[in-house]
């Protein structure tokens, strides 16, 4: 069976090798920007839980944000075919970190409650769709003032 034309996954299972290679180059300036992040606000014990977890929202947020630009751009004016792997999932994809989110959450259960954890997350969910949804309408010419 042929894919949708628009699919919720931007990468077919017919990628080409270029495709990858644009994914994994992206993933490593991605990382490389989060990493560089985290160094620039240290955070002077992982007991700070809370700490982390605010600067991996922000991080989580911006790259939301990036992300809605990119895909609202592409979804009204198209673009190259290595950008989507390139911005979307190699730099943006390596920039935002769930695996960090889960991470700082269990700590945050462990410090705080679950309660608190479970804050967070909801939290980073919808700020996060909040951000891609106002991105992707900023960059695809709708009205900002429509986010669902």
């Known amino acids: 069976m042929p894919l949708p034309e628009h699919t919720a996954h931007p990468i077919s299972v017919h990628s080409t090798g270029a495709e990858l290679i644009a994914a994994a180059l992206g993933g490593a300036i991605g990382g490389s920007l989060r990493h560089a992040v985290y160094r620039l606000t240290p955070i002077p014990s992982l007991e700070f839980a809370w700490n982390a977890a605010f ?46 989110l889960v991470l700082e959450s269990s700590g945050i259960a462990g410090e705080s409650g679950p309660e608190s954890a479970l804050a967070l997350v909801l939290t980073s969910l919808v700020l996060g769709i909040t951000a891609y949804e106002l991105g992707h309408r900023l960059a695809s010419g709708a009205n900002p003032s429509e986010i669902r």
């Open 55 to 100: 600067e991996t929202l922000a991080i989580n947020l911006v790259g939301a944000l990036f992300l809605g630009l990119l895909y609202g751009h592409l979804s009204a004016r198209g673009g190259h075919s290595l950008l989507r792997p390139f911005l979307g999932i190699g730099i943006l994809g390596s920039f935002t970190t769930y695996s960090t």
